[in-house]
């Protein structure tokens, strides 16, 4: 249930990450295999991790029950984390078809850059 534009969208995103020493990784509730798949279709350069138990997924308060395919799916979320391991943003989905703009994130990370 990965939305595979927003993901190739956050290329841009790893690169500010990655020079200061950050990454992206995503979450979703697909398998293993699944996700493993569509990382390499996508050539992502971050990890794309399963959380097929969702507990990750309902700890975030992110859980969603998707009525078409009668699946428990992510809200799409992004979370910056500091070096202090706090949450310094985050963008929330109020449906599973919400999606931000990549460029949104990159002004976050630089702003968090800045405030670094």
């Known amino acids: 249930m990965l939305c595979r534009a927003e993901l190739r969208g956050l290329g841009d995103v790893q690169e500010k990450l990655a020079a200061m ?10 398998s293993v295999k699944d996700s493993k798949r569509s990382a390499d279709a996508l050539e992502l350069a971050f990890d794309l991790l399963s959380d097929e138990s969702t507990a990750t997924i309902q700890n975030y308060g992110l859980l969603f029950h998707e009525p078409y395919h009668d ?46």
């Open 71 to 116: 699946k428990d799916v992510a809200l799409p979320a992004h979370f910056l984390i500091d070096r202090d391991g706090k949450v310094a943003w985050k963008w929330v989905a109020q449906r599973v078809n919400d999606r931000p703009d990549p460029a949104v994130v990159v002004e976050q990370v630089d702003r968090l850059l800045k405030d670094a």
């Open 21 to 30: 020493g950050g990454t992206i990784f995503a979450i979703s509730s697909d």
